[in-house]
């Protein structure tokens, strides 16, 4: 995704950071990364994110909150 963009050392971070930078706990960005929640990438048995990917996944997250909430209510109404 991120193809022909240079990525630094400090656009990879580990779970301490995304759990630091969003006040999580560790395991929490693990299970959010597992869920495919927050974009990362498992090498071996560590978890890394990219910054730029992680930073748009944010932007997006109020907009996939709504939508979902959307879905629920439509759901609902249908079963009424």
Do not use: C
Request: aromatic share 6%; proline share 5%; charged share 40%.
């Amino acid at each position: 995704m991120w193809l022909g963009m240079r990525i630094t050392r400090e656009d990879v971070l580990t779970v301490s950071d995304v759990a630091a930078l969003l006040d999580l706990k560790p395991y929490t960005v693990k299970e959010y990364a597992r869920r495919g929640i927050l974009p990362g990438r498992k090498l071996g048995r560590t978890w890394r994110f990219l910054r730029p990917e992680l930073e748009e996944a944010i932007r997006q997250l109020p907009r996939a909150e709504e939508e979902a909430r959307e879905r629920h209510r439509r759901e609902l109404r249908s079963r009424l």
